[in-house]
């Protein structure tokens, strides 16, 4: 088996940085970290580089091509939050070393014209369920819940099929310009996160809002997909909030806040790699709650981080359509990295929170890290984003399981 020594290169291994190390990866494993280079080894010289672990995307809705583009981007693996595969599919993406890897919880539990059917009505996005779904044969496919025992054979639907956890929909829908949404029963939620737990999946909450935040924690949630945007933490939401970890997806608060992610859109170390669809699509915002200020969200994700409270990267990149603006996949992965760090974090700290943090939650115990018998998803860039987080899109090589994908080398 061919083995590659990366040399000289300083290695931020997922926790700790190591300066002037030596990363061997043969075939899809990293073999030696600090070792000797092994005899027919082809060589790379790190120096005036840092190799990281493929960094995470704890919040997506993807298709093929999306995985494509997230790899361009040295984003290894996709947390899909809510998406529609087969188990045949699936095991097709985990074998292709041209897309990012992929976990999906499948469909999202919502009540009858919940969120996001205001958004996906026309897309007719139902009708492609069954084609999609992993189910049994003439299995009723359950998209939807209002009590009890609909959440309970809901969440049992969603682990037949593979899911790899439980996402839950607390959304009246303020923030997007459609107040008045049906919104599910404490109890029903309280049903679907017991189910998920019985079956030893995580159990996942999208919620936007202050209440919507609070209500996850009285219902024993162990993740919050969003960032509330409409006031700011107190200590009250801290301390409900403590043992859930927290997707904030600060470049979608940016957007539905109005903000466009201009200077970040035309660093040509975006633009360069993103399709014009694309690119035109980061250009924009999605702007339905313009009236708050991002400032607020900065902090309370600060204060949060402050408290103990864990923190993962995370996009909620999607689909190019224009209600979801403001956002692309693997580019906005730096996006964030770079709003983590306004907020306050230094950047080993956020980079942790798309690397380590991640894969211990969601127990990807084979990356997220760079380490002797770990999978060999690596991330080459040149300069030290430990000190200068904007040096992640400075790529030069990406490895998905020791395939070389993408090198300027």
Same mark, same amino acid.
């Given at each position: 088996? %061919? %083995? ?21 990866? &043969?075939?899809?494993?990293?073999? &030696? $970290? ?6 027919? !080894? ?15 995307? &704890? ?15 040295? $984003? ?7 998406? *529609? ?8 993406? %985990? ?11 499948? /469909? ?27 189910? &049994? ?16 054979? @809901? ?9 790899? /956890? ?7 829908? +303020? ?13 029903? =939620? ?8 019985? *079956? ?9 809002? /202050?209440?919507? !935040? ?6 024993? =949630? ?5 960032? @509330? ?28 806040? #109005? ?5 970040? !859109? ?27 200020? @991002?400032? $607020? ?45 306004? +907020? ?16 211990? /939650?969601? #127990? ?22 430990? %000190? ?5 899109? +400075? ?6 399981? #020791? ?7």
């Amino acid at each position: 088996m %061919s %083995s590659t020594a990366i040399i000289n290169v300083q290695v931020f291994d997922g926790e700790n940085i190591h300066p002037d190390t030596t990363v061997v990866v &043969s075939g899809p494993t990293i073999t &030696s $970290v600090g070792g000797i280079v092994p005899d027919g !080894a082809v060589v790379i010289d790190g120096k005036g580089c840092t190799l990281l672990p493929g960094l995470i995307d &704890s919040h997506v809705h993807t298709g093929v091509p999306q995985l494509g583009l997230a790899l361009r981007f040295g $984003v290894t693996t996709e947390l899909e939050m809510m998406g *529609h595969w087969t188990k045949g599919q699936r095991g097709e993406i %985990s074998e292709r070393d041209d897309l990012a890897d992929l976990r999906s919880a499948n /469909y999202g539990l919502t009540p009858p014209d919940g969120h996001p059917n205001q958004l996906t009505k026309n897309l007719d996005l139902p009708a492609a369920l069954p084609h999609h779904s992993g189910g &049994s044969p003439g299995d009723p496919l359950l998209i939807h819940a209002r009590t009890t025992d609909e959440a309970i054979a @809901f969440v049992r639907q969603r682990v037949k099929e593979g899911a790899d /956890y439980i996402k839950i929909m607390i959304e009246e829908g +303020s923030v997007f310009r459609s107040p008045g949404l049906p919104t599910l029963p404490l109890e029903t =939620i309280l049903a679907a996160v017991q189910e998920a737990h019985n *079956h030893n999946k995580l159990a996942i909450a999208h919620a936007l809002t /202050y209440d919507a !935040a609070q209500e996850a924690a009285r219902a024993g =949630i162990n993740g919050l997909s969003h960032l @509330f945007i409409d006031r700011g933490a107190d200590s009250s939401i801290i301390k409900n909030l403590t043992g859930i970890f927290i997707t904030p997806c600060l470049c979608l608060n940016a957007s539905i806040l #109005g903000k466009k992610p201009t200077d970040f !859109a035309a660093d040509p170390r975006v633009s360069a790699k993103l399709p014009p669809v694309w690119l035109t699509h980061l250009e924009g915002s999605m702007g339905t709650f313009p009236d708050r200020n @991002f400032d $607020v969200v900065l902090k309370s994700v600060a204060d949060l981080h402050q408290a103990g409270i864990d923190i993962l990267v995370g996009t909620d990149s999607s689909f190019p359509v224009p209600y979801l603006a403001g956002i692309a996949h693997g580019a906005s992965v730096h996006h964030e990295l770079q709003l983590l760090v306004q +907020s306050g974090f230094n950047p080993i700290e956020a980079l942790r929170a798309a690397t380590s943090v991640p894969a211990r /939650y969601f #127990g990807l115990n084979d990356r997220g890290r760079i380490q002797e018998g770990l999978r060999a998803d690596l991330l080459l860039v040149e300069g030290d984003p430990t %000190s200068d987080i904007r040096n992640t899109l +400075s790529i030069r090589s990406v490895w998905r399981r #020791g395939t070389l994908l993408y090198s300027t080398l």
